[in-house]
């Protein structure tokens, strides 16, 4: 079992950045494949970023390519998202999620174990 808590979300203007945090329970962090989503209302919930369990290869969706970052100390048990130059369609909750090493199908949600709660995040233009 692994319990995530994501945190760092809140209120930002556009051109602005956060960066997002999800603590991880377990001795077995540094195995899992990490993963982050967001769902804004009305709207499925969507890839945003996945990193390997060695944090060695990181994955982004186009939109957010070159302005977000993925990345995850082992030793703290802790995946973050660095968000730079945030746009109001980056508003959106944002959870991250945990599920076995491999490489394959890293954007579907039905693919992934473990989730958070989720943290808001939203940008005002």
């Known amino acids: 079992q692994v319990q995530l808590v994501e945190s760092g979300g809140g209120l930002v203007q556009a051109g602005g950045s956060l960066r997002l945090s999800c603590a991880a329970s377990?001795?077995?962090?540094?195995?899992?494949?990490m993963g982050w989503f967001r769902q804004a209302p009305g709207k499925e919930r969507e890839f945003v970023a996945a990193?390997?369990?060695?944090?060695?290869?990181?994955y982004y969706t186009d939109s957010v390519k070159g302005r977000f970052a993925i990345s995850r100390d082992n030793a703290k048990n802790t995946v973050y998202l660095q968000m730079n130059s945030l746009k109001p369609e980056d508003t959106a909750v944002y959870y991250c999620?945990?599920?076995?090493?491999?490489?394959?199908?890293?954007?579907?949600?039905?693919?992934?174990?473990?989730w958070g709660q989720g943290t808001q995040v939203t940008v005002s233009s």
């Open positions: 377990g001795r077995t962090f540094s195995s899992y494949f």
């Open positions: 999620a945990a599920r076995q090493d491999y490489a394959t199908y890293y954007s579907a949600t039905r693919t992934y174990d473990y």
């Open positions: 990193i390997r369990a060695s944090g060695g290869t990181t």
